[in-house]
């Protein structure tokens, strides 16, 4: 099986014997290098939509053959994408410690190192955006472009709208089990109900996609706590700093942002603002789909992925890459969005003031709801164990 040895010597990978095992996989020839990155809890294979469109193959290449052995066009496409720590087939440390979007961002560059990948076009989704932009501040050297899949700004901003729909997706998440149940929630997490609903042939997608989510839980296994609870901090602690985003601006990196309007987990609002903060270099495109909008409109997305691969290679300006639009009073209007987002007038400065103060205040009830929500559990369960066990007295 094709791994990458990530040898770490700082203090957070303490007790890691060997080194982190990365498992890998690449798909078609060319000089065209591309690096996908997935979210939390997924594994390599949820990018198929994009390895089938970008190199025309489902079937990964034999590791006896040598990179660009068949091909040599530059328009042909080399795709590698792997599992992150704590999922899959790779290494699954037990510190939440050893999981922040900077030591992930580390060990992709350790797997383009590994692979002799001197640059490539770094696309990921969730909290594989959050990795692939700690890729560009940190390296922009090694990143010909950036895509940003349903992308938030880490922190609160991985908080959910808070309403009676999230909420009780989210207790029924924590609560799910077995492969069965955490795949009737994950479905209506990740897709838009209309996706679920449509028919192809006799049945729904939503028939087809759960019985694809129970066999592929049921063959890799279920993710552990260690890997599950480590994720959830590399998403809590991420977060790109000014000087981070000056680094990829001033690196000229083509940034595409695409996101799902209808996603309920990473919210467009924290999409737009990442791409006003990242002006010019960044466009902005808006599907219609939910948080695995590269599965429900994979030909846009594959679309909008080879476009910005093709504005990389041209070198083009960021100008006329970007549709967000400067106005005379420093704020931004975007192209897709069509929203003002900075104004010197006092009313909308008011609004904004108030509605920032009931975005944190639905946080702030968000986070009261899980930290009940886990105590509860966490009584519970010590309740389960110092129970007495009653005994049946033998006359």
Same mark, same amino acid.
């Given at each position: 099986?094709?791994?990458?040895?990530?040898?770490?010597?700082?203090?957070?990978?303490?007790?890691?014997?060997?080194?982190?095992?990365?498992?890998?996989?690449?798909?078609?020839?060319?000089?065209?290098?591309?690096?996908?990155?997935?979210?939390? /809890?997924? %594994?390599? @294979?949820?990018? !198929?939509?994009?390895?089938?469109?970008?190199?025309? $193959?489902? +079937?990964?290449? &034999? #590791?006896?053959?040598?990179?660009?052995?068949?091909?040599?066009?530059?328009?042909?496409?080399?795709?590698?994408?792997?599992?992150?720590?704590?999922?899959?087939?790779?290494?699954?440390?037990?510190?939440?410690?050893?999981?922040?979007?900077?030591?992930?961002?580390?060990?992709?560059?350790?797997?383009?190192?590994?692979?002799?990948?001197?640059?490539?076009?770094?696309?990921?989704?969730?909290?594989?955006?959050?990795?692939?932009?700690?890729?560009?501040?940190?390296?922009?050297?090694?990143?010909?472009?950036?895509?940003?899949?349903?992308?938030?700004?880490?922190?609160?901003?991985?908080?959910?709208?808070?309403?009676?729909?999230?909420?009780?997706?989210?207790?029924?998440?924590?609560? /799910?089990? %077995?492969? @069965?149940?955490? !795949?009737?929630?994950?479905?209506?997490?990740?897709? $838009?109900? +209309?996706?679920? &609903? #449509?028919?192809?042939?006799?049945?729904?997608?939503?028939?087809?996609?759960?019985?694809?989510?129970?066999?592929?839980?049921?063959?890799?296994?279920?993710?552990?706590?260690?890997?599950?609870?480590?994720?959830?901090?590399?998403?809590?602690?991420?977060?790109?700093?000014?000087?981070?985003?000056?680094?990829?601006?001033?690196?000229?990196?083509?940034?595409?942002?695409?996101?799902?309007?209808?996603?309920?987990?990473?919210?467009?609002?924290?999409?737009?603002?990442?791409?006003?903060?990242?002006?010019?270099?960044?466009?902005?495109?808006?599907?219609?789909?939910?948080?695995?909008?590269?599965?429900?409109?994979?030909?846009?997305?594959?679309?909008?992925?080879?476009?910005?691969?093709? /504005?990389?290679?041209?070198?083009?300006?960021?100008?006329?890459?970007?549709?967000?639009?400067?106005?005379?009073?420093?704020?931004?209007?975007?192209?897709?969005?069509?929203?003002?987002?900075?104004?010197?007038?006092?009313?909308?400065?008011?609004?904004?003031?108030?509605?920032?103060?009931?975005?944190?205040?639905?946080?702030?009830?968000?986070?009261?709801?899980?930290?009940?929500?886990?105590?509860?559990?966490?009584?519970?369960?010590?309740?389960?164990?110092?129970?007495?066990?009653?005994?049946?007295?033998?006359?």
């Amino acid at each position: 099986m094709p791994f990458c040895i990530v040898n770490k010597s700082s203090r957070d990978e303490e007790g890691i014997q060997g080194g982190v095992r990365i498992f890998y996989q690449r798909y078609g020839h060319g000089l065209t290098k591309v690096l996908l990155i997935i979210g939390f /809890a997924g %594994t390599y @294979e949820s990018w !198929a939509p994009q390895i089938k469109g970008l190199t025309g $193959t489902t +079937e990964p290449n &034999d #590791e006896e053959t040598p990179a660009d052995f068949n091909r040599k066009d530059d328009e042909d496409i080399e795709i590698c994408c792997f599992d992150n720590r704590g999922v899959g087939r790779s290494f699954i440390p037990t510190k939440k410690s050893q999981y922040t979007t900077v030591i992930m961002a580390k060990d992709a560059l350790a797997l383009m190192d590994h692979l002799g990948w001197k640059k490539a076009h770094v696309f990921g989704h969730s909290m594989g955006s959050m990795i692939a932009s700690k890729m560009a501040a940190i390296a922009p050297d090694r990143v010909l472009s950036l895509a940003l899949l349903n992308t938030s700004g880490g922190g609160f901003e991985c908080c959910p709208k808070l309403n009676h729909h999230t909420v009780s997706l989210a207790y029924r998440l924590l609560r /799910a089990k %077995t492969p @069965e149940q955490r !795949a009737i929630v994950d479905l209506e997490v990740h897709f $838009t109900k +209309e996706f679920l &609903d #449509e028919k192809v042939g006799s049945r729904s997608r939503r028939e087809i996609l759960y019985q694809e989510y129970v066999k592929g839980l049921s063959s890799s296994g279920m993710q552990s706590n260690h890997g599950f609870e480590g994720q959830i901090n590399a998403c809590w602690t991420h977060k790109l700093t000014r000087g981070e985003l000056d680094r990829i601006r001033s690196a000229g990196i083509l940034v595409s942002i695409i996101h799902g309007r209808d996603d309920i987990i990473a919210r467009l609002c924290n999409a737009r603002r990442l791409a006003e903060k990242l002006y010019p270099v960044a466009r902005i495109v808006e599907l219609h789909g939910g948080h695995l909008v590269s599965h429900e409109r994979s030909s846009e997305v594959n679309m909008s992925l080879m476009e910005l691969i093709r /504005a990389s290679q041209s070198k083009l300006e960021p100008e006329k890459w970007t549709n967000m639009t400067a106005v005379e009073n420093g704020g931004l209007l975007s192209g897709y969005a069509g929203s003002l987002t900075k104004r010197n007038d006092d009313g909308v400065t008011c609004l904004l003031l108030i509605y920032n103060v009931f975005a944190k205040l639905q946080l702030l009830l968000l986070f009261i709801f899980g930290m009940f929500f886990v105590i509860t559990e966490y009584i519970k369960r010590l309740f389960r164990v110092v129970k007495p066990v009653r005994v049946t007295a033998l006359i």
